[in-house]
């Protein structure tokens, strides 16, 4: 079964400090995996898409390593802003299947 | 580009009653449109997919005869929930496929979510 396995479920930062979110994977056969960005009420939007062969791709002060491999994948966010403060959402997909993590809420505070 | 709007943003109706959500495309040509409902603090959960001019597939577990879906153009697709009861209120989001972009790296765009509420 495929499935994809986020990690804090939520966390709390301080305005300016950064972090980092995790992602496991069991999706197979691998086309991609996307983090997407999801503010309360509205759609994901796209942050980074890496395919097998990449490892790291950033996207302003977000940043997104894949290690196919051991099949994970960590999404930094440098230097948080209040506007960071959302749900982020690691999809994984096979062929043109998208599986969808959980999310990891993130809460950034003055 | 690659816009994706969604009507009604928000919508109330009461028990048994249909409602009818867009999904379209603004700036681009989707072949596929995919839609997704969304549980408080849940990931989106595919529905169904929808393709131009054929009939939807359906995820297992989703009533086709309750979720009609439409994708009648390259831009436009719908969800018409009938005989709505209060278990099917959810945000329910679409997202579309560029149909320029080939290949299995495509990149998918998400509509803005409809909040349906139904009393």
């Known amino acids: ?110 | 580009g690659a816009v994706v709007s969604q009507h009604p943003s928000w919508v109330i109706c009461k028990s048994g009653t249909s409602v009818k959500i867009e999904c379209r495309s603004l700036d681009f040509q989707a072949t596929t449109m995919f839609w997704y409902r969304q549980f408080p603090k849940q990931s989106l959960m595919l529905m169904a997919t929808s393709n131009e001019g054929s009939k939807a597939t359906y995820e297992q577990g989703v009533e086709k005869d309750k979720f009609l879906i439409n994708h009648a153009s390259l831009t436009l697709s719908t969800l018409t929930v009938t005989s709505a009861h209060p278990e099917d209120s959810s945000f329910y989001i679409c997202s579309a496929r560029d149909r320029r972009l080939a290949g299995k790296n495509y990149e998918q765009y998400f509509g803005p979510g409809t909040r349906l509420t139904v009393t």
């Open chain 1, 1 to 110: 079964k495929n499935q994809v396995e986020q990690s804090p479920q939520s966390l709390i930062i301080l305005e300016g400090k950064n972090c980092t979110l995790q992602c496991n994977y069991t999706v197979s056969p691998f086309s991609n995996l996307r983090w997407y960005k999801q503010d309360t009420g509205r759609g994901p939007v796209s942050l980074t898409i890496m395919t097998f062969s990449e490892n790291t791709k950033s996207n302003g002060r977000y940043t997104a390593t894949l290690d196919a491999d051991t099949k994970q994948s960590s999404l930094h966010i440098t230097a948080s802003q209040l506007s960071d403060s959302a749900s982020y959402i690691c999809v994984v997909s096979a062929y043109y299947k998208l599986s969808f993590g959980a999310g990891t809420t993130v809460t950034v505070r003055a």
